[in-house]
């Protein structure tokens, strides 16, 4: 564990990652693509900040492809939220942060595009504040990012913030 603030957090890498996602069943492509068009899928965005700037990474997958975003993904069946912060984060950035804060909740819809990976997203909005910045990478490598002094004007358009 790591210390920050006179509080003990905990970090993971991809090494320490074990979470039981045996337990979480999977659909295949075609499945999928036809449930995202009758339900919506639950996801859990991270604003990591550090100081005034927060952590945005490029989307490499519709909707919103190449675009700067926050950390995020969906819950799959079977996670608790922890499980599904800890796999996100990690799959994203290269790291995982265990200590959050829900601080808001959007109910995202975009369009209908070929490649898209989702239509309406219901989001829980959770703040995670580091100490430092950093070079997120994923599993190949450095994550085109920036940090900036601002949210995506349309993360802010459709949040309820608490």
């Known amino acids: 564990m790591k210390r920050r603030r006179g509080e003990w957090v905990e970090e993971y890498t991809y090494e320490e990652l074990d979470i039981g996602m045996a337990a979480c069943m999977f659909i295949n492509e075609n499945e999928y693509r036809g449930i995202i068009k009758k339900i919506p899928v639950f996801c859990i965005d991270f604003v990591v900040k550090c100081g005034g700037r927060i952590l945005l990474i490029r989307r490499t997958e519709e909707p919103l492809r190449d675009e700067y975003w926050v950390v995020g993904g969906r819950l799959y069946y079977g996670e608790s939220l922890e499980e599904s912060a800890k796999r996100i984060q990690l799959r994203e950035i290269g790291r995982s942060f265990q200590e959050m804060k829900a601080i808001g909740f959007s ?8 490649d898209s990976r989702a239509l309406h997203t219901p989001t829980l909005l959770c703040l995670i504040e580091v100490e430092e910045m950093f070079v997120p990478e994923d599993s190949t490598g450095a994550v085109d990012h920036i940090w900036s002094d601002r949210l995506p004007s349309r993360l802010l358009a459709d949040a309820l913030m608490f």
């Open 107 to 114: 109910n995202y819809r975009f369009e209908n595009t070929p």
